[in-house]
């Protein structure tokens, strides 16, 4: 069972660079989620998808772009990165029902430098 | 005021005792609650979800809920060096496309 994927494990990215942060999921679920997590803080929302090819924004969607092609992805683009973008990043997924739990991917840990 | 509040701690407790973690949430219409553990460094894993106000049990874990009040907690029973981690409350809004998650409390189990 290999639920939810994300790749890189690791990336560390010069100011200024771009990236995106893969995530793909098995478990034919609808609802896609990126959430970033700074040291000793909780999660906080970048952006959902609730389809293929519906997405909004979360509590902090700047600097950042989604899109979702597919039901299985959900990839997370960073653009003109930023040292504030240094993070540990994680992808999640549900049913998007309100009595499903979300699905974590074992996350990417981003420096920007 | 957060929409999801927890005591960041540590909480320290001896091994074998009961750890009580406890979160408070503001929207009053909230349907869904979920505890996830996270270890350091490891993502976030479920390990408890409610719906209905009472307690319900799984192994060690209790959780426990009041909906008049605004609360959820957990509690850990015979707890164990091995629940030393990040415990995270997350509330799912009325239209069931978000959790809001509250910032974790650590939790230090001292053998």
């Known amino acids: 069972n290999a639920g939810v994927t994300q790749t890189p494990k690791f990336r560390i990215l010069k100011i200024g660079q771009s990236m995106t942060l893969q995530c793909t999921q098995d478990?034919?679920?609808?609802?896609m989620y990126w959430y970033r997590q700074d040291p000793g803080m909780g999660l906080k929302l970048i952006y959902y998808?609730?389809?293929?090819?519906?997405?909004d924004k979360g509590e902090v969607p700047n600097g950042y772009n989604v899109s979702r092609s597919t039901t299985e992805d959900f990839p997370l683009r960073l653009e003109l990165a930023a040292p504030s973008q240094t993070s540990v990043y994680f992808c999640?997924?549900?049913?998007?029902?309100?009595?499903?739990?979300?699905?974590f991917g074992d996350g990417t840990r981003l420096s920007i430098l | 005021q957060k929409e999801v509040e927890q005591n960041s701690g540590p909480l320290s407790v001896p091994e074998g005792a009961i750890a009580s973690l406890n979160c408070t949430y503001s929207?009053?219409?909230?349907?869904?609650f979920f505890w996830y553990r996270q270890y350091s460094g490891k993502s976030p894993e479920l390990i408890m979800s409610i719906y209905s106000n009472g307690d319900k049990e799984d192994g060690r874990f209790t959780a426990q809920l009041n909906k008049a009040s605004q609360y959820v907690s957990l509690l850990i029973r015979d707890s164990q060096p091995s629940d030393s981690a990040t415990y995270l409350c997350a509330v799912s809004q009325l239209n069931g496309n978000k959790l809001v998650f509250g910032a974790g409390t650590i939790l230090r189990v001292k053998s």
């Open positions: 478990m034919n679920h609808n609802y």
């Open positions: 929207d009053r219409v909230s349907q869904s």
């Open positions: 999640a997924s549900s049913q998007g029902y309100s009595n499903q739990p979300q699905h």
């Open positions: 998808s609730v389809g293929a090819g519906i997405t």
